[in-house]
């Protein structure tokens, strides 16, 4: 596989459960990131991590916790989460460096519905 | 007020027809991404801009640094250009929000 996967491509859940969202890059990439695009608002920067290391954290709830074992893979644990959480939720790489000053590669997203 | 600002929200153009988007912004910025967005929520870099002008194909993108405002040609278009548009500021601030994106332009391209 080339480029930025993200697994499941769709999630419904319920505001107890817990469920966790994976993405992987085969690109070689030094960077990735979180990104949350509700319904009608702009897209939201959540988690950066840069070289394996979180720098920045946009003040996210704590039910939505990252975690990035290696370069390659990103996951996005959810629990207790709340209906105006249902939104599509993109993972993405760069080579790495400041935010922003590099190209982004975009996954194709987990849209997720709270129930 | 927004700090990035696009316009038009909606267009819908012949195919064919030269399209023009635009961004306007009212912080400093270090850098401007153009992305495209089609249906289904997969995204794709177009161009990143920190002066002057960028050429991919039938795109092309200008910035304005002074005046804050940079816009998104397509020549030619195509249905194939239908997507949403959307603009990405990297700011100067050192905060968490230094990446700042536009609502996004809805771009149909019809036959």
């Known amino acids: 596989e080339t480029g930025v996967t993200q697994t499941p491509r769709h999630l419904v859940m319920g505001m107890t459960n817990k469920k966790s969202l994976k993405c992987e890059q085969h690109?070689?990439?030094?960077?990735m990131y979180w990104y949350k695009q509700s319904a009608k608002k702009p897209l939201e920067l959540m988690f950066v991590?840069?070289?394996?290391?979180?720098?920045e954290n946009n003040s996210v709830p704590s039910r939505f916790s990252p975690e990035c074992p290696n370069s390659s893979h990103l996951f996005l644990h959810l629990h207790t989460l709340q209906p105006e959480d249902s939104a599509l939720y993109l993972c993405?790489?760069?080579?790495?460096?400041?935010?922003?000053?590099?190209?982004?590669?975009f996954g194709p997203g987990t849209r997720l519905t709270v129930l | 007020k927004n700090e990035v600002e696009q316009s038009p929200q909606n267009l819908t153009a012949q195919e064919g027809e030269f399209i023009t988007i635009n961004c306007s912004y009212s912080?400093?910025?270090?850098?401007l991404h153009w992305l495209q967005q089609h249906p289904g929520g997969g995204i794709v870099s177009l161009f990143m801009?920190?002066?002057g002008k960028k050429k991919h194909g039938r795109l092309i993108a200008t910035i304005n640094i002074q005046e804050k405002h940079s816009s998104l040609h397509i020549t030619a278009s195509h249905p194939r250009d239908s997507a949403v548009y959307i603009c990405?500021?990297?700011?100067?601030?050192?905060?968490?929000?230094?990446?700042?994106f536009g609502p996004g332009t809805s771009l149909s391209v019809i036959p």
């Open positions: 993405a790489s760069s080579q790495g460096g400041a935010v922003g000053t590099d190209t982004q590669y």
């Open positions: 690109l070689g990439h030094n960077a």
């Open positions: 991590y840069n070289f394996k290391e979180q720098t």
């Open positions: 912080v400093g910025i270090s850098a």
């Open positions: 801009l920190s002066s």
């Open positions: 990405a500021v990297v700011s100067l601030k050192t905060s968490y929000d230094k990446v700042i």
